[in-house]
């Protein structure tokens, strides 16, 4: 499994945008990133996925870099009910993967 | 709405007193995950079942096993819990195995006494 790296905690004021970062450097060319994220006492929730280009949805925004050893989620204008533990995850494409979750980002939004 | 529902989401037991917790889905998907998180860690998980099939994860404890009677439930069974196994259990499913979204329910959490 690819090892990621991710800040511990960040801090983001509301209605701003939030770039939440995660190196894998260790990342095959056939692992999708995926995030999660996990609100305060609640079971994890997908966020985005992707494989070598840029990808939206209404949640959020992946930027992969062009190497693909790291990404950023990009939360385009963060509200309270966006604080949570964010986790980036990369997974096979090749059948039988599970989601190993790494440590994660505590994300905390200032009012 | 529920997809995933998980019961009960409170459970007290005492420490060897067998404890099954429940999960049941709406999705009528393939896989269902068991996951175990204790406190400021991240979800690991135990085992998965692909339809009818049963895989266990090399770390998981003998002390703990599953049930998939049907599509729609999975049990998992805690035969002799200890003080160690409190944590907050979380029941996902996911279409297929290959790189498929997972949707998890609200969790089950566990206390040892």
């Known amino acids: 499994d690819a090892k990621t790296t991710q800040p511990n905690s960040m801090e983001s004021n509301e209605e701003e945008p939030v770039h939440l970062p995660c190196n894998h450097s260790?990342?095959?060319?056939?692992?999708?990133i995926h995030w999660y994220r996990q609100l305060p006492s609640q079971g994890p929730e997908y966020v985005i996925h992707?494989?070598?280009s840029n990808v939206n949805n209404r949640m959020a925004s992946l930027a992969i870099a062009e190497d693909r050893k790291s990404s950023t989620l990009i939360l385009h204008r963060a509200t309270l009910r966006d604080a949570a533990v964010y986790y980036c995850?990369?997974?096979?494409?090749?059948?039988?993967?599970?989601?190993?979750f790494g440590t994660g980002t505590r994300l905390t939004i200032i009012p | 709405d529920a997809m995933v529902i998980q019961n009960p989401r409170y459970q007290v037991t005492q420490f060897g007193k067998p404890v099954t917790l429940s999960c049941s889905q709406t999705?009528?998907?393939?896989?269902m995950y068991w996951y175990q998180q204790k406190s400021s860690q991240a979800p690991k998980l135990l085992f998965h079942?692909?339809?009818?099939?049963?895989?266990n994860e090399a770390d998981t404890p003998d002390n703990f096993q599953s049930r998939r009677p049907n599509t729609s439930f999975c049990f998992l069974d805690i035969r002799s819990p200890g003080l160690g196994d409190a944590a907050m259990y979380l029941c996902?499913?996911?279409?297929?195995?290959?790189?498929?979204?997972?949707?998890f329910g609200p969790g089950t959490r566990l206390t040892v006494l």
């Open positions: 996902a499913t996911s279409r297929d195995l290959k790189y498929n979204e997972q949707f």
């Open positions: 260790t990342i095959s060319g056939t692992d999708y």
């Open positions: 992707g494989l070598t």
């Open positions: 995850i990369p997974i096979s494409n090749f059948g039988n993967e599970k989601l190993t």
């Open positions: 999705l009528n998907h393939n896989v």
């Open positions: 079942y692909y339809d009818k099939d049963f895989n």
